[in-house]
């Protein structure tokens, strides 16, 4: 299957700085890609979604200020936590999908970046 | 608005055994429907899909799942566990109205020896 890579794996930053997640699409043009946030034995929170060349959507209750998202080309999209605070600690994991937004493909998903704000 | 149930949070099952696990789900048109497993402190990976054709769908690591239109169902199966197989497992739904998919809540998978 496509290969989705994420950078940095873990990272644990200061509380009031900024952190910069990238997801890469290896071997495939993702049209649409997704961010999503997971907390310990739950289910994914979807945060937004991007399509290359235009801005995110972002889901409701996401403030879209905190969590700047630049799809900038069709294998890159980075994830930027503003302002960083201990809450925003958690699990975020990207995904790819190369299927133009029609909803038929299935999504590949990155390894996942552990966030801890101290 | 979709929505993808996932009503266990575990499933236990010993080695050799057969699996299931349970996924139901509402969207508006044709269902575009998937099954994900997720290792720990890992991202998802894709085991199968439907969109169209045969109710019965195989997928990697000899896994199946059948889609069942008038029970809106699309649970996931294996004829027999491994203990590698214990992982979290993720339904996943999307349709031609709403590409964007949603995720059931995930169910837990233990296998015992």
């Known amino acids: 299957g496509a290969v989705v890579s994420q950078h940095p794996s873990w990272v644990i930053c200061k509380s009031g700085t900024s952190v910069k997640i990238e997801c890469r699409s290896l071997d495939f043009q993702a049209t649409t890609m997704f961010w999503y946030r997971q907390f310990p034995k739950q289910s994914l929170m979807l945060m937004a979604t991007?399509?290359?060349?235009?801005?995110?959507?972002?889901e409701q209750g996401v403030e879209k200020d905190k969590f700047l998202i630049n799809h900038a080309s069709l294998t890159l999209s980075t994830l930027t936590v503003t302002s960083a605070h201990p809450e925003d600690s958690s699990f975020y994991i990207c995904?790819?999908?190369?299927?133009?937004?029609?909803?038929?493909?299935?999504?590949?998903f990155g390894p996942g970046t552990r966030l801890t704000v101290t | 608005a979709q929505s993808v149930a996932q009503p266990e949070d575990q499933v236990n099952v010993a080695e050799g055994n057969p699996l299931t696990v349970k996924c139901t789900y509402s969207?508006?048109?044709?269902?575009?429907l998937f099954w994900y497993v997720q290792y720990p402190n890992r991202g998802l990976q894709f085991l199968l899909k439907?969109?169209?054709?045969?109710?019965l769908v195989k997928g990697s690591y000899g896994f199946e799942a059948e889609f069942n239109k008038s029970q809106t169902s699309f649970h996931l199966k294996k004829p027999s566990a491994l203990v590698s197989d214990s992982a979290l497992y993720f339904c996943?739904?999307?349709?031609?109205?709403?590409?964007?998919?949603?995720f059931g809540r995930g169910t837990s998978l233990i296998v015992h020896p």
């Open positions: 991007s399509n290359e060349g235009s801005k995110a959507t972002y």
């Open positions: 969207v508006s048109g044709n269902p575009y």
């Open positions: 996943a739904a999307s349709s031609g109205g709403s590409y964007i998919p949603t």
């Open positions: 995904s790819a999908s190369g299927g133009g937004g029609t909803g038929l493909y299935e999504q590949y």
């Open positions: 439907y969109i169209t054709g045969d109710n």
